[in-house]
């Protein structure tokens, strides 16, 4: 039986990679490619003109060319006539200068007399309107240095210089081993234990991005011989091996050993998370890290240990953009390890503002939807909000900047108004969009807060947290809230009242959320006990999330929007009507972002596509109420 994985280090993300690539020496390897197969590869020599551009005297405008002492003294008063064959000939563009003459004269000058005359009112100078040979690159001048990414612009000046091979570094080939009986190849797979191989797609996308060529084979199961045969295989046809999954401490983990098996581990267990269980290990002088399988310590552990590996091999110099930004929300972290975090960011009254946003490592979606990685670093137990957070940016900065940021309560309708415009999306649930309003964090808060005396929605509240005015509503949708139940609501759920049964498990919204409010108004009318409600302190942040839950099997019901348990197939108990909301300033309507958000709000597009979702109506979307 082969032992089980120990993690043998705790070290820390940046000399983990200087020992590594330190025992590596990795050596670059250059190969010749045509000219018009070099875009976006690295020149591994500087490369020099091998012809002058132009390589001939020619005519830079279309005219006449001449002599140009015989147009000494032309003037509108005395004009210099000259003829055709003896003292001019016509030229358009980039025709050679003929002997003997030294000058063109633009033909919109040219005053034309018939009989193969001319005349001219200016006199010209000596090479006027001419390009001399060299002017714009000279024979054995240097048009682009080593290490240099190729340009779609460079291109056409290494075509004038006569350059039509460049030296460039190899791409290396980086091969990529799925590992675990349970990952399948095909991405229509719903047999329970069959997961989706979709981390080795995002690898070989990554590897494309930083200049190499991946190599991706089926995934191979948790079988030691087996697994040990594929890895010693593609170890020989690869610069650098990926192997993704088995680098943990399971008992199906046989990454480590095996690496130590073929070659050597040099490091196993970085002080990051996520990312920690990273090998880094040496088969026959070739680099082979093996990669956790969750998605995001997977994409972490790549950024910080395969993409530098890559970067050496390829040229390419590609350095993430770290910014600093206040962060909206606390976070947590061990003493342990650094921490990255996902963030969603966007500009605020001038200040860049970091959105934790929620999900583990497993959370696809999270990398998708943030827009950086927010670094705690290690020795740190955490960042408070309103404190400043170094940043990755994921994205361009520009982009960042055209972001309307909505901090606050979740719906559906918010992934089509980010469909429709940049939106930054958090949800804290009401309560903290508010918050966030209060900070000046965000651009507008999703709300939806009952009033339980008046029923009336969200103006109590605002005028409870800003009681000097200045506030803003732009309505949003009216929606159905009711309870998410399994399709034919097999426990015949109708009331809070049955919440309380023995028989039933339940699923809530975190405190704060408008849902959660919601429900806790309609308890308290029915006097439930909520010690008997099983589930009434298991909290989700999202409709869909609790749709989800539901949906599994995890919870036999849980309070929602209508729109969340149609999407999953699952059936609704109506509850009650209420009004989703944003909160913004009053003094921010005529801010290009919130203008552009009402007109979209108003728009007929939005409305449609709304109305495609069951549980809506948009009757009063886009009208902004003052609330003083």
């Known amino acids: 039986m082969k032992k089980r994985n ?34 976006g590869r690295v020149t591994a020599v500087a490369v020099y003109a091998k012809k002058s551009s132009p390589h001939y005297n020619s005519a830079a405008m279309d005219g006449i060319l001449v002599r140009s002492k015989d147009t000494e003294g032309a003037s509108e008063v005395r004009p210099v006539e000259l003829k055709e064959g003896e003292d001019f000939v016509y030229v358009n563009t980039g025709n050679p200068i003929l002997e003997g003459f030294d000058s063109v004269i633009m033909i919109e000058d040219v005053i034309e007399c018939g009989d193969g005359r001319v005349k001219i009112n200016k006199s010209s100078h000596p090479w006027q309107y001419i390009r001399n040979i060299g002017e714009d690159i000279v024979v054995t001048e240097m048009i682009i240095p080593s290490n240099h990414e190729i340009r779609a612009i460079d291109l056409g000046a290494l075509a004038a210089g006569g350059i039509e091979e460049i030296e460039v570094y190899k791409k290396p080939v980086v091969g990529i081993v799925p590992t675990g009986s349970e990952i399948v190849k095909s991405a229509t797979t719903d047999i329970e234990g069959e997961i ?19 190599h991706r084979i089926d995934p191979v199961r948790d079988e030691y011989e087996l697994l ?7 170890v020989d046809r690869s610069d650098i091996l990926i192997i993704n999954a088995g680098s943990s401490a399971g008992t199906k983990d046989y990454t480590k050993s095996i690496i130590e098996e073929l070659g050597e581990v040099v490091v196993h267990g970085i002080a990051v998370k996520p990312g920690k269980p990273t090998i880094l290990g040496i088969i026959r002088n070739k680099a082979v890290v093996g ?16 993409k530098p590996i890559l970067l050496d091999y390829s040229g390419k110099r590609k350095k993430p953009s ?5 962060l909206s929300k606390r976070v947590y972290s061990s003493l342990k390890h650094k921490e990255l975090i996902r963030v969603s960011l966007g500009v ?29 670093p290690r020795e740190v137990e955490g960042i408070e909000s309103g404190d400043k957070i170094s940043v990755q940016l994921l994205k361009p900065y520009d982009e960042i900047e055209d972001t309307l940021v909505s901090i606050g309560s979740h719906d559906m309708v918010m992934d089509i108004l980010g469909d429709m415009m940049r939106v930054s999306s958090a949800h804290t649930g009401s309560l903290g969009g508010i918050i966030s309003m209060k900070k000046k964090e965000s651009h507008v808060a999703p709300i939806h807060l009952l009033d339980e005396s008046t029923g009336e929605y969200n103006i109590s509240y605002v005028k409870k947290y800003f009681p000097g005015g200045g506030m803003s509503l732009i309505k949003g949708v009216q929606r159905v809230q009711g309870f998410i139940v399994p399709k034919g609501n097999p426990k015949q759920i109708q009331s809070v009242k049955d919440l309380s049964r023995g028989d039933i498990v339940f699923v809530n919204r975190q405190r704060g959320s408008g849902t959660r409010i919601l429900l806790d108004y309609h308890i308290s009318r029915e006097g439930v006990d909520t010690e008997a409600i099983d589930g009434y302190d298991l909290e989700y942040n999202t409709h869909m999330d609790i749709a989800q839950a539901v949906k599994s099997g995890n919870a036999d019901v849980g ?19 209420e009004e989703y909301d944003f909160l913004v300033y009053t003094d921010s309507l005529k801010e290009a972002e919130i203008e552009k958000f009402i007109e979209i709000l108003r ?15 948009t009757d009063r979307a886009g009208e902004v109420v003052e609330v003083n």
């Open 228 to 234: 040990k045969e594929k890895i010693s295989t593609e």
């Open 348 to 376: 605020v009254n001038g200040k860049l503002i970091a959105t934790p946003i929620s999900g583990g490592a497993g959370a696809t979606m999270s990398l998708v939807k943030a827009d950086g990685i927010g670094i705690v």
């Open 291 to 306: 990669l956790p399988g969750y998605p995001v310590s997977s994409y972490i552990a790549f950024e910080t240990f395969v």
């Open 6 to 39: 120990v993690y043998i280090d705790n070290i820390e993300d940046e000399l983990a990679i200087i020992m590594y690539r330190d025992r590596l020496r990795i050596e670059s390897q250059s190969e010749s490619v045509p000219l018009e197969e070099s875009h």
């Open 559 to 577: 309070l929602g929007i209508a729109s969340a348990a149609y999407a999953l197939g699952l059936d609704f108990v109506e509850l009650a009507d």
């Open 603 to 617: 728009s007929e597009e939005f409305k449609k596509r709304v109305a495609e979702i069951p549980g809506y109506k």
């Open 196 to 214: 989706t191989d979709s981390n080795s797609l995002m690898f070989a996308g990554l590897v494309r991005e930083y200049g190499g060529e991946p």
């Open 322 to 326: 770290q910014v600093e930004a206040i």
